[in-house]
């Protein structure tokens, strides 16, 4: 049989996490305000669930509210436009109206217009969930740039009395703009469900039973079979978080060749100079005598790098922001450098620059103070 030749939708390589924005209540509300209805005390919520106080919204604040001052923040720290994002996604079980969307009014309220937008009602996991289609959306070519948002107003579906859960709940926003990459920056997902716990955590009535009660059935409110969840979450999400590493090992792994490859360079460098970890390096001086001894800087960096289970590889050490992109990229041209370090104060114009001419990757590890770009 014939088929039509349809043209595919293809995306980035990889996704990553651009930016995040917060926001959450303005009422602090600690455990004494809260122990009195449930009849306990601060020591109990504190022994059980290491809260002290937390953020709880005003009555005229929507959770639609915070999603939205959280958005405004991812977006503008990512340093794109509210126009470029394709998809709005939103984790909630705080929509004031079953339709429409939240996302469609976040996404109308930020200017990302006519960008794709639904809600995830998944609770817990609905933010996780929301990431994990974003780097799918992106990687597909589905999307270039998505807005993940988990917004909840818990305050107002909470029954103070209720000593199973009231006191773990609060109010707010986190948001997230994903976008594509030039390395991996979101592993592989695992993610499931399991259907027979459907009753445990939950509402206390359907908003079918509310209507219908004529005033003899209680406003639907969170509640959840304590020990269950308690149990659940101890030992199954300890397996699953398990396979979640795994699954990453690989990436896992090549981040940290590449943090033995830049604490073996910096310790031979600094060594070199008669200088401690930590210290300013002399890029000119360290240049000057690369070119006078060939690789003996290398070879001793290569061997430390060999004692830390690392591949060695060629390194040329470059400076911060003091030098200019295109002395970066000669130097790497003339010397063929495997992985280029510098500073991590420079500027995101030199990793655009670098991204673009000879590197495929650019990673900040902060524990060593580098920043590594692997050649392409």
């Known amino acids: 049989m014939a088929h039509v030749p349809l043209k595919i939708s293809e995306g980035a390589k990889f996704s990553r996490i651009y930016a995040l924005g917060a926001a959450r209540g303005s009422l602090s509300v600690t455990n004494d305000d809260i122990a009195g209805p449930i009849d306990s005390s601060d020591e109990w919520i504190r022994q059980r669930t290491g809260v002290i106080t937390r953020k709880r919204a005003t009555k005229d604040v929507t959770a639609a509210d915070l999603a939205t001052e959280a958005a405004k923040e991812a977006i503008a720290k990512a340093g794109i436009k509210p126009e470029q994002i ?62 993940v948002i988990g917004a909840e107003k818990l305050s107002e579906i909470v029954e103070p009395t209720d000593r199973s859960i009231s006191f773990l709940l609060g109010d707010g926003a986190g948001a997230t703009i994903v976008g594509p990459s030039d390395f991996p920056g979101i592993s592989p997902t695992v993610w499931g469900s399991d ?44 397996k699953v978080a398990q396979k979640a590493l795994d699954e990453a090992i690989h990436l896992a792994a090549a981040l ?15 060594t070199q100079h008669g200088m401690g970890l930590g ?43 003091k030098r200019l992109a295109n002395m970066i990229v000669d130097a790497a041209n003339q010397w063929n450098a495997d992985l280029l370090v510098m500073g991590t104060h420079g500027r995101r114009g030199f990793e655009r620059l670098l991204v673009g001419s000879v590197a495929e990757h650019v990673i900040r590890i902060a524990t060593t103070s580098l920043m590594l770009v692997r050649e392409a």
Not at 306 to 318: D, F, K, N
């Open 279 to 321: 210290s300013y390096i002399d890029v000119d001086r360290v240049k000057q005598d690369m070119r006078a001894t060939g690789n003996a800087l290398l070879d001793r960096a290569s061997a430390t790098a060999v004692a830390a289970g690392c591949t060695p590889q060629r390194i040329l050490i470059e400076s911060d922001t």
């Open 256 to 270: 940290k060749s590449e943090l033995c490859i830049g604490t073996a360079l910096e310790e031979a460098a600094l």
């Open 195 to 238: 259907g027979s716990k459907w009753d445990t955590i939950g509402m206390t009535n359907t908003l079918i039973e509310y209507r219908d009660g004529q005033g003899t059935i209680a406003w639907p409110t969170l509640h959840q079979e304590g020990q269950t969840v308690f149990r659940w979450a101890v030992w199954e999400m300890a």
């Open 86 to 147: 394709d998809i709005v996604l939103i984790s909630t079980i705080s929509n004031t109206v079953q339709t429409p969307s939240m996302a469609a009014l976040v996404a109308d309220r930020v200017g990302a217009t006519p960008a794709a937008a639904y809600d995830i009602s998944a609770a817990c996991a609905g933010y996780t969930y929301g990431i994990a289609q974003a780097d799918s959306f992106v990687r597909s070519g589905l999307a270039k740039f998505v807005l």
